[in-house]
């Protein structure tokens, strides 16, 4: 009885509304608790409030940029596990500068590329915060 663990604690960080509830259904459904965020300024809301275990985040967001969100969340949280969900390499020249700053930050404890299946959002998962 008392020896089931807590779940694991997981922010989806992404605008696109269908693309962050079919991540957190994959999510949920195995086992893990997982909560969306549309924009940065609500990720940084959430962040404040909550302890998350792994984040999602979308490097292009309207307002706040992904880079701008990654650098609050590693501010507060330095040991943060952060994978970045991108459209790379489409609009990858308007935003490289972005990019190599979190290549250079450390910010990439995994990449996934849209358009991606569930089963790599769960490996992602499974990989940082089960080894």
Known sequence: M???????RILIIEDEEDTSKAIMAVLSRSGYYAE??????????????????????DVSL???????????????????????????PKGFDAQKEEYLSLVRE?????????????????AVARSILEG
């Open 36 to 57: 969306i965020a549309l924009s940065g300024e609500e990720a940084l809301e959430k962040v404040s409030l909550n302890n998350f275990d792994l984040f999602f985040l």
């Open 62 to 88: 309207p307002g706040m940029s992904g880079l701008e969100v990654y650098r609050h969340i590693k501010g507060i949280f330095p040991g943060a596990k952060i994978c970045i969900m991108t459209g790379w």
């Open 106 to 122: 450390g910010a990439l404890d995994k990449m996934l590329r849209k358009p991606f299946g569930h089963g790599e959002v769960l």
């Open 2 to 8: 008392g020896d089931e663990k807590p779940k694991k």
